[in-house]
């Protein structure tokens, strides 16, 4: 069997800033080819860092990273061949109608006029935005313009696409198709895809491997579903007030206690059964002088796992 080809690789990449900003500190990624990756992470994290050094705009203070086989620093061109990139913000231009943006796109990259003409033809269906192709762009709406945008980081035909926060801003309705697009991508055309996103349901949706990235660190990586279930089968969210630090060692000492953190108010305890469990954790609760004013049983979801492996809760500051 052919080994894994890993597409995207990087080791100990770090980037600082001027001003002493340490926005990647030491990022290693491995993304073998036809997957998705997602790198989730809140802001600053160093999601956008990560891809403007992969997409060759801004370069590594220290560390190495290739994409499709060739280095970002020494062959930049190489991979901007192989490459489409999709910005957080859009930089779509207002003036210009979804076909002229997509034109002016393509004919920047050195595609001739007619390949142009029927790639855009194509990527208007995909996305579908045909019916809005000849209107200004300054015209659409949020959900209209990740979807142009990601009509232009198509129009070259990439091996691999990155997207940094393709839904952001969005409602639920244009996101689930924004997914889906994606989701094509990836079966129907054997693209790469390394996309960024906060939310974390789109990493649970869409990724095979995610990702956390904390302060330009990756603080915990694989798929979601062996993310998630490293934090136990439920998680006890029990809200009060008292003694905490005694509540925590008791319950961290049981073996059906996979991990238990403070958090906002509540103890979050996961455990094997929440149900099977409820009733010893409530009663230690007790005996530790610790006040329960409410208790649920919850699915542990990725935020438990960034609480988990930082300790601190998943929000954007
Ligand atoms: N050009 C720059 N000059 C100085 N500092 C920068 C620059 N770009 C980013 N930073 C800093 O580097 C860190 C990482 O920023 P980055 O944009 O990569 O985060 P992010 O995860 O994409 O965040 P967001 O979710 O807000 O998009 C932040 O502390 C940010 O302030
Ligand atoms: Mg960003």
Redesign the pocket.
């Known amino acids: 069997m052919e080994a894994t080809k890993n597409v995207i690789l990087t080791q100990g990449l770090t980037?600082r800033?001027?001003?002493d900003?340490?926005?990647?500190a030491g990022v290693d990624l491995a993304v073998p080819a036809n997957s998705i990756y997602a790198?989730l992470?809140?802001?600053?994290?160093?999601?956008?860092?990560?891809?403007?050094i992969l997409t060759t705009l801004?370069q590594p203070t220290e560390g190495t990273a290739q994409v499709a086989g060739f280095d970002v620093v020494r062959q930049p061109g190489e991979v901007r061949r192989r490459i489409g990139v999709t910005f957080?913000e859009t930089v779509l231009d207002v003036d210009l109608t979804g076909r002229q943006a997509l034109m002016y796109h393509g004919r920047l990259y050195g595609l001739n006029k007619t390949t142009c003409a029927k790639k855009i033809g194509e990527l208007l269906a995909l996305v579908e935005l045909e019916s809005a192709a000849d209107r200004r762009v300054g015209t659409y709406s949020g959900g209209m313009k990740r979807r142009l945008e990601l009509a232009r980081g198509l129009m070259t035909e990439p091996e691999i696409l990155f997207l940094?926060?393709p839904t952001l801003g969005l409602d639920p309705q244009n996101r689930a198709g924004i997914w889906n697009y994606i989701r094509d991508l990836k079966a129907e055309r054997g693209m790469t895809l390394l996309m960024?996103t906060?939310y974390m349901d789109e990493a649970e949706q869409l990724a095979d491997q995610v990702g956390i990235?904390d302060h330009?660190r990756i603080v915990a990586e694989g798929s979601p579903k062996q993310l998630v279930e490293q934090m136990g089968a439920d998680v006890l969210r029990i809200h009060g007030q008292g003694e905490k630090t005694a509540f925590l060692d008791r319950a961290q000492a049981l073996p059906f206690v996979e991990n238990a953190i403070w958090a906002n108010g509540s103890m979050n305890i996961g455990v094997d059964s929440g149900n099977k469990r409820l009733v010893e954790i409530v009663q230690i609760a007790g005996e530790t002088g610790f006040a329960i004013d409410e208790v649920s049983v919850t699915k542990p979801s990725l935020g438990d796992v960034f609480l988990q492996v930082t300790g601190h809760q998943f929000r954007?500051e």
């Open positions: 980037k800033y001027s001003g900003v340490l926005a990647l790198l992470g809140p802001n600053g994290a160093g999601k956008t860092t990560t891809i403007s801004a957080q940094d926060e960024t906060h990235i330009g954007d």
